[in-house]
């Protein structure tokens, strides 16, 4: 089967579960007896398993399929969670994260057998078993022959064909488990009717039904075939259940078109040594022989007259478990989303962003022929809310939380304290904030190395911090929250703070500033130096930082998603990195302004106020010029002379001051005139221009020019 | 260049460009489009050859000139001037100022008279080689050294 055309989606789904599974264990190791947890993660592991052996990844398979055992043996009650286990898991986990790495890299999963994980998965389950250690070894080969070799619809049991499912080792297990506890085990087979057309869905119902009261253990055909529809006429299950068996065959019949439903008792030891009996070409009939000996309850048939027992639609934790049981069945049970490919997002996007030019270009034509008709402004007006709109929906459709990027952190701190030998715990708040898309997948990287740089720096050991008055634990906040036009993604320590005076040093050293400059130095300045290319002041190179690649990396990536990062540190205190994000990197509000005979946008989220100075206003500090606005001195700086313009005002008119403010910083930005506000598409200038830092791109107006826009950021 | 004009199979397309007196030719397969000179936005701070941006049904595409990179004279902004849009795999979608577009040559392979390796050492050049055909000699363009940029 070629399956190369589902690679996308199973590379999505399996980072999807890997997360999952992270997350999930990570709880466990919080609170280790949580069922919910384990289902939950027994469910991933089992549809990792399905998707790795679909895609014939058998390593990937392999590993999973021990994972899972291990938790079955978990959720039965069989292993307890212990510490050493849940190391073993994660390291399973970065397994699967290489194999999936190596399959998107190269669409092959790699050689790496991972023996050593296997074993002690291995170890662990046999431990758990009061150390039967062939159990743990022949479980495998059993229960990959039992979805292998599924229906057998040639078996000599008449209608009662869930005679003919074998059971596994480990299904046996789990069945001797619950008939222990006092629960029945059952083999259903249900038949729908020739007529019925949605055969799968009608399966599902089934499935459903039965699950409000039973577990399903093993179906026949697979779950996922019966939702693949590819079955004739019936399917056979054997179930686990608390209810009577008239109760469940009612249950079932009750979903509409099922022509008949016929059960009965299972006994697992009986079908184990009827197996055992007859290893080869006998197995479909030893074990109905044995069947024939049970009581007579199996051939019991449903009452027809079902009871009135509706059964509405199931609790959010019925489908749930429907989910953890069926193998296969991951898919959600109503699937109000879709995947999209996020290049036809941003297709969408261009075209919104076409339409909005030629929404502009419709204002400034009809504002230019001089005739104002009512009706046609009112048209316009009209267009202009509707392109807003539809601009609008197609953003947040592009927008994703940053759940997805920051989930992986508290695993990777878990990670940093076992290996820096300090202890931390993260917090995270505003995982829901949602960012473009691109964004998203992008900031990643530039968070993993501040929560390092935390961890690492940033933290004092146990010791140093019992000794400042400070709890043992350090704490380590990753908050992120929307602020006007912009998400602010704040990561805090309450370690040590900076050291500007060993920063400083450093940088000597480095050769990166001069004594002097030294000197002269601001707190803030020293701190910026962090960001400097080649700067590293952990005095011993670790693996977790101090490469020296760390923070320039960080500043530069934020800055080429045109955001930008703030460090506030007081040292013995802690320090927090500020990351600042526009909401969208398309669409933006503008102020439009004239320089000289050229027209210049500026970003309206930068701009903080629009000032009228008089030229007697403008005072000097150190030759620069500078204004004094409420208490505030801020140096002017003119368009005109920087963009090699010349200004057409009149020196002695009053100037025109823009006032933007990068993080506590501002500027005033003196222009000749403004235009107006007005909704622009950025447009990239290309990589063949780029030498102009100032300008951060263009747009296209409405009468067809393009201005540039305004970089206040570099700027100030 | 030199590889493209030996595999091309028998002829190559030219459009013949006029920069002052001079005729040259630009590889059809490199040419996107041609339009008529419009206002170029100026973009501060950059070489002098880069004469700014254009908006090109939406698009916004960096213009250079031609004559200022080869070191001739300012381009003079006449009826007859159009700024051809080239698609480069490298640099992507630039325009390049021309004096006039004259006619579309085809050219055998053995009208194409290659330029001598030791040439290329020659920046000044921006030529890959000579063509000859009724209409007199075409140079013609490098155009990877035309739109590369200054070190």
Redesign the interface.
């Given at each position: 089967m070629d399956v190369s055309q589902y690679l996308e989606i199973f590379l999505d789904e399996t980072s999807e579960h890997l997360q999952n599974l992270n997350t999930q264990i990570l709880s466990l190791e919080q609170e280790p007896g949580n069922m919910d947890t384990i289902n939950e993660i027994f469910r991933a592991a089992h549809s990792l398993k399905g998707m790795a052996g679909t895609m014939g990844y058998k390593r990937m398979q392999n590993l999973t399929h021990d994972m899972e055992n291990v938790f079955s043996e978990v959720r039965n009650g069989n292993i307890t969670v212990k510490a050493s286990m849940i190391d073993v898991l994660f390291q399973c986990l970065d397994a699967l994260e290489e194999y999936t790495t190596n399959i998107r890299e190269n669409a092959d999963e790699g050689t790496n057998d991972n023996e050593p994980l296997i074993k002690q998965l291995n170890d662990i389950l046999n431990g758990g078993d009061g150390g039967d250690g062939t159990e743990a070894a022949a479980e495998k080969p059993a229960e990959e022959a039992a979805p292998a070799s599924p229906a057998d619809n040639g078996g000599g049991h008449g209608d009662k064909k869930w005679l003919d499912i074998k059971l596994g080792d480990s299904e046996r297990s789990v069945l001797k488990g619950a008939i222990e506890e006092g629960k029945k085990v059952y083999g259903l087979t249900v038949k729908v009717q020739e007529s019925c057309i949605l055969k799968a869905a009608r399966a599902f119902l089934v499935f459903k039904a039965i699950e409000e009261t039973s577990e399903i253990l093993v179906s026949s055909p697979s779950a996922q075939d019966i939702e693949d529809e590819k079955f004739e006429l019936d399917f056979s299950l054997i179930i686990i259940s608390g209810a009577e068996l008239d109760q469940v065959i009612a249950a079932a019949k009750n979903v509409s078109e099922i022509e008949d439903v016929l059960g009965g008792v299972v006994d697992p030891d009986a079908s184990a040594s009827a197996e055992e009996a007859a290893p080869a070409k006998a197995e479909e009939t030893k074990p109905a022989e044995a069947e024939e000996t049970k009581p007579a309850e199996a051939e019991k048939p449903a009452p027809a007259a079902a009871p009135a027992a509706g059964k509405p639609a199931a609790p959010a934790a019925a489908a749930k478990k429907a989910d953890e049981k069926k193998p296969g069945a991951n898919k959600p049970v109503v699937n109000r989303t879709v995947r999209v490919d996020i290049e036809k997002l941003d297709t969408l996007m261009n075209l919104v962003?076409?339409l909005i030019?030629a929404k502009n270009s419709l204002v400034s034509a009809s504002a230019a022929s001089g005739t104002s008709s009512t009706a046609v402004n009112e048209q316009i007006e009209y267009l202009e809310s509707v392109t807003t709109s539809l601009h609008e929906s197609v953003m947040k459709v592009r927008m994703v939380p940053i759940e997805s990027t920051v989930s992986k952190f508290p695993r990777m701190v878990r990670d940093l304290q076992k290996k820096l030998g300090k202890k931390m715990e993260l917090y995270m708040s505003g995982e829901e904030t949602e960012l473009d898309r691109t964004v998203v997948d992008e900031i990643g990287d530039p968070l993993m190395h501040l929560l390092r740089n935390s961890a690492d720096h940033g933290l004092e050991s146990a010791e140093v911090r019992k000794e400042r008055g400070k709890p043992e634990v350090g704490s380590i906040f990753l908050d992120a929250y929307q602020d006007g036009n912009n998400v602010i993604i704040e990561v805090r320590d309450d370690g040590n703070g900076i050291d500007t005076e060993a920063v400083r040093n450093k940088a000597i050293e480095r050769g990166i500033i001069t004594p002097e400059q030294a000197e002269n130095m601001s707190e803030k300045d020293s701190i910026d130096l962090l960001f400097h290319a080649g700067f590293s002041t952990a005095k011993v190179v670790s693996d977790v930082s101090g490469r020296g690649v760390g923070l320039d990396v960080v500043k530069s990536k934020i800055e080429a998603l045109s955001g930008e990062v703030e460090v506030k540190s007081k040292l013995g205190e802690g320090s927090s990195w500020i990351i600042r994000l526009p909401l969208t990197l398309a669409i933006i509000q503008a102020l439009m302004v004239d320089i000289g005979n050229?027209k210049y946008a500026i970003s309206l989220g930068s701009i903080q106020t629009i000032e009228d100075i008089a030229p007697s206003d403008v005072k000097f500090v150190q030759a620069k010029e500078v204004i004094q606005l409420r208490d505030l001195v801020i140096p002017l700086i003119r368009l005109n002379e920087?963009?090699?313009?010349e200004s057409k005002k009149d020196p002695n008119d009053n100037l025109v001051v823009v006032v933007v403010k990068k993080g506590d910083k501002q500027a005033g930005l003196v222009v000749d005139e403004l235009i107006g506000q007005q909704e622009i598409v950025i447009?990239?200038?290309?990589?063949?221009?780029s030498?102009?830092?100032?300008?951060s791109g263009?747009?296209?107006l409405g009468d067809?020019?393009?201005?540039?826009i305004l970089d206040a950021n570099t700027l100030i | 260049m030199d590889t493209e004009l030996k595999t091309v199979s028998e002829t190559t397309q030219f459009i013949v460009i006029k920069l002052g007196d001079e005729q040259y030719g630009i590889d059809i397969k490199y040419i996107d489009n041609i339009v008529r000179m419009q206002?170029i936005?100026?973009?501060?701070?950059?070489?002098a050859y880069?004469k700014?941006?254009?908006?090109l049904r939406?698009?916004?595409?960096?213009v250079m000139s031609i004559r200022i990179k080869m070191g001739l004279e300012p381009d003079v902004e006449t009826k007859s001037s159009r700024i051809i849009i080239l698609k480069l795999e490298q640099?992507?979608?630039?325009g390049v100022i021309v004096d006039e577009v004259k006619e579309v040559v085809t050219l055998e392979n053995d009208q194409i008279e290659k330029m001598a390796y030791d040439s290329k050492d020659d920046k000044n050049t921006f030529l890959c080689g000579i063509g000859k055909c009724e209409g007199g000699l075409i140079s013609l363009l490098d155009l990877n050294s035309v739109?590369l940029?200054n070190v």
């Amino acid at each position: 089967m070629d399956v190369s055309q589902y690679l996308e989606i199973f590379l999505d789904e399996t980072s999807e579960h890997l997360q999952n599974l992270n997350t999930q264990i990570l709880s466990l190791e919080q609170e280790p007896g949580n069922m919910d947890t384990i289902n939950e993660i027994f469910r991933a592991a089992h549809s990792l398993k399905g998707m790795a052996g679909t895609m014939g990844y058998k390593r990937m398979q392999n590993l999973t399929h021990d994972m899972e055992n291990v938790f079955s043996e978990v959720r039965n009650g069989n292993i307890t969670v212990k510490a050493s286990m849940i190391d073993v898991l994660f390291q399973c986990l970065d397994a699967l994260e290489e194999y999936t790495t190596n399959i998107r890299e190269n669409a092959d999963e790699g050689t790496n057998d991972n023996e050593p994980l296997i074993k002690q998965l291995n170890d662990i389950l046999n431990g758990g078993d009061g150390g039967d250690g062939t159990e743990a070894a022949a479980e495998k080969p059993a229960e990959e022959a039992a979805p292998a070799s599924p229906a057998d619809n040639g078996g000599g049991h008449g209608d009662k064909k869930w005679l003919d499912i074998k059971l596994g080792d480990s299904e046996r297990s789990v069945l001797k488990g619950a008939i222990e506890e006092g629960k029945k085990v059952y083999g259903l087979t249900v038949k729908v009717q020739e007529s019925c057309i949605l055969k799968a869905a009608r399966a599902f119902l089934v499935f459903k039904a039965i699950e409000e009261t039973s577990e399903i253990l093993v179906s026949s055909p697979s779950a996922q075939d019966i939702e693949d529809e590819k079955f004739e006429l019936d399917f056979s299950l054997i179930i686990i259940s608390g209810a009577e068996l008239d109760q469940v065959i009612a249950a079932a019949k009750n979903v509409s078109e099922i022509e008949d439903v016929l059960g009965g008792v299972v006994d697992p030891d009986a079908s184990a040594s009827a197996e055992e009996a007859a290893p080869a070409k006998a197995e479909e009939t030893k074990p109905a022989e044995a069947e024939e000996t049970k009581p007579a309850e199996a051939e019991k048939p449903a009452p027809a007259a079902a009871p009135a027992a509706g059964k509405p639609a199931a609790p959010a934790a019925a489908a749930k478990k429907a989910d953890e049981k069926k193998p296969g069945a991951n898919k959600p049970v109503v699937n109000r989303t879709v995947r999209v490919d996020i290049e036809k997002l941003d297709t969408l996007m261009n075209l919104v962003s076409e339409l909005i030019i030629a929404k502009n270009s419709l204002v400034s034509a009809s504002a230019a022929s001089g005739t104002s008709s009512t009706a046609v402004n009112e048209q316009i007006e009209y267009l202009e809310s509707v392109t807003t709109s539809l601009h609008e929906s197609v953003m947040k459709v592009r927008m994703v939380p940053i759940e997805s990027t920051v989930s992986k952190f508290p695993r990777m701190v878990r990670d940093l304290q076992k290996k820096l030998g300090k202890k931390m715990e993260l917090y995270m708040s505003g995982e829901e904030t949602e960012l473009d898309r691109t964004v998203v997948d992008e900031i990643g990287d530039p968070l993993m190395h501040l929560l390092r740089n935390s961890a690492d720096h940033g933290l004092e050991s146990a010791e140093v911090r019992k000794e400042r008055g400070k709890p043992e634990v350090g704490s380590i906040f990753l908050d992120a929250y929307q602020d006007g036009n912009n998400v602010i993604i704040e990561v805090r320590d309450d370690g040590n703070g900076i050291d500007t005076e060993a920063v400083r040093n450093k940088a000597i050293e480095r050769g990166i500033i001069t004594p002097e400059q030294a000197e002269n130095m601001s707190e803030k300045d020293s701190i910026d130096l962090l960001f400097h290319a080649g700067f590293s002041t952990a005095k011993v190179v670790s693996d977790v930082s101090g490469r020296g690649v760390g923070l320039d990396v960080v500043k530069s990536k934020i800055e080429a998603l045109s955001g930008e990062v703030e460090v506030k540190s007081k040292l013995g205190e802690g320090s927090s990195w500020i990351i600042r994000l526009p909401l969208t990197l398309a669409i933006i509000q503008a102020l439009m302004v004239d320089i000289g005979n050229e027209k210049y946008a500026i970003s309206l989220g930068s701009i903080q106020t629009i000032e009228d100075i008089a030229p007697s206003d403008v005072k000097f500090v150190q030759a620069k010029e500078v204004i004094q606005l409420r208490d505030l001195v801020i140096p002017l700086i003119r368009l005109n002379e920087i963009l090699d313009v010349e200004s057409k005002k009149d020196p002695n008119d009053n100037l025109v001051v823009v006032v933007v403010k990068k993080g506590d910083k501002q500027a005033g930005l003196v222009v000749d005139e403004l235009i107006g506000q007005q909704e622009i598409v950025i447009k990239s200038l290309g990589k063949y221009i780029s030498k102009c830092k100032i300008i951060s791109g263009a747009t296209v107006l409405g009468d067809g020019e393009v201005a540039l826009i305004l970089d206040a950021n570099t700027l100030i | 260049m030199d590889t493209e004009l030996k595999t091309v199979s028998e002829t190559t397309q030219f459009i013949v460009i006029k920069l002052g007196d001079e005729q040259y030719g630009i590889d059809i397969k490199y040419i996107d489009n041609i339009v008529r000179m419009q206002h170029i936005t100026r973009v501060p701070k950059v070489d002098a050859y880069l004469k700014g941006v254009i908006n090109l049904r939406g698009e916004v595409i960096p213009v250079m000139s031609i004559r200022i990179k080869m070191g001739l004279e300012p381009d003079v902004e006449t009826k007859s001037s159009r700024i051809i849009i080239l698609k480069l795999e490298q640099q992507g979608t630039i325009g390049v100022i021309v004096d006039e577009v004259k006619e579309v040559v085809t050219l055998e392979n053995d009208q194409i008279e290659k330029m001598a390796y030791d040439s290329k050492d020659d920046k000044n050049t921006f030529l890959c080689g000579i063509g000859k055909c009724e209409g007199g000699l075409i140079s013609l363009l490098d155009l990877n050294s035309v739109v590369l940029e200054n070190v």
